[in-house]
């Protein structure tokens, strides 16, 4: 009878620690992000950036994972990085970052297609509202309408762009006569230029 009554308390006490199942599936894509940056460089090398797109655009990525890939890409750069701490209800804003004083946010979006011009203005307007910088990251094609309505504290991450900020090559922001290199060696410049009108 003791030995049943502990063995159930053990048990208890067991799933009580666990955490929530929301945690650990945040958990689970962090280190799959890992995993997966890993595997993205290792398909540029054999196959070039057409078969990064595929994999990146692939059921084996999805929004969730490819908004924690850049969050780690950025992490492994030495950048201070804030994730959320669940995925919906985020209001638009899929993680933070900082690169000395200046506060980005980010919005992630697995496109195949073109971007909507709307998601780009909805995530500029809350860019100026909380006073930050932006970097819009998106898998899929920007098109001309899109490219419009970019506000000057956002940046377009695509393409090329994309693949250096996921596979820790060489990457320049331009955001309101702000410069942010960010070299794969971690040593991030910024320079404020004025711009000749």
Avoid at 107 to 131: L, M, N, P, T, W
Avoid at 139 to 163: H, P, Q, W, Y
């Amino acid at each position: 009878m003791l030995v049943t009554v502990t063995t159930l308390w053990v048990i208890a006490s067991k799933k009580a620690r666990k955490p929530p199942f929301k945690i650990r599936q945040h958990k689970k894509k962090i280190n799959y992000s890992y995993l997966a940056l890993n595997r993205l460089k290792e398909i540029g090398a054999m196959y070039g950036p057409g078969a990064q797109f595929t994999y990146l655009r692939s059921k084996k990525i999805d929004c969730y994972t490819f908004e924690e890939m850049i969050l780690s890409a950025l992490s492994l750069r030495g950048i201070r990085v804030k994730r959320n701490t669940s995925y919906s209800g985020d209001g638009g804003l899929d993680g933070q970052f900082w690169v000395g004083n200046l506060h980005f946010l980010i919005q992630a979006k697995c496109y195949s297609g073109y971007v909507k011009a709307r998601d780009i203005r909805e995530f500029s307007h809350v860019c100026r509202q909380k006073q930050c910088y932006g970097l819009f990251v998106h898998t899929g094609k920007t098109g001309l309408l899109s490219r419009n309505v970019v506000d000057a504290a956002v940046e377009i991450v695509s393409g090329g762009k994309m693949l250096s900020l996921l596979t820790g090559g060489n990457l320049t922001i331009l955001i309101d006569n702000t410069m942010v290199a960010l070299p794969g060696d971690g040593a991030v410049q910024i320079r404020t230029y004025q711009q000749n009108l």
